[in-house]
């Protein structure tokens, strides 16, 4: 029985194993155009390696920039 379990880890750890299935999803479900041209974006600017708290407070600063702006009101008719 140990020995069954030994082999079973043998071949658990075999890198090939956990490439064929990466390459398996990534034919069953390729990424999105949209999504690869959003992570390639990202990294030429050097954001893909933003922490959390550093994307948050990005979204924070264009929230607030976005509610700062006044809404012109249309003049009713």
Do not use: C, F, W
């Not at 550093?54 to 607030?64: F, M, S, Y």
């Amino acid at each position: 029985m140990s020995e069954l379990m030994r082999e079973a880890l043998r071949r658990y750890q075999q890198p090939s194993v956990i490439l064929n299935l990466r390459e398996y999803i990534r034919q069953i479900a390729p990424t999105p155009p949209a999504l690869r041209a959003m992570q390639q974006d990202a990294k030429r600017k050097g954001t893909d390696k933003l922490s959390m708290a550093q994307i948050d407070r990005e979204v924070a600063a264009v929230r607030r920039q976005h509610s700062g702006k006044k809404k012109t009101k249309q003049p009713k008719q």
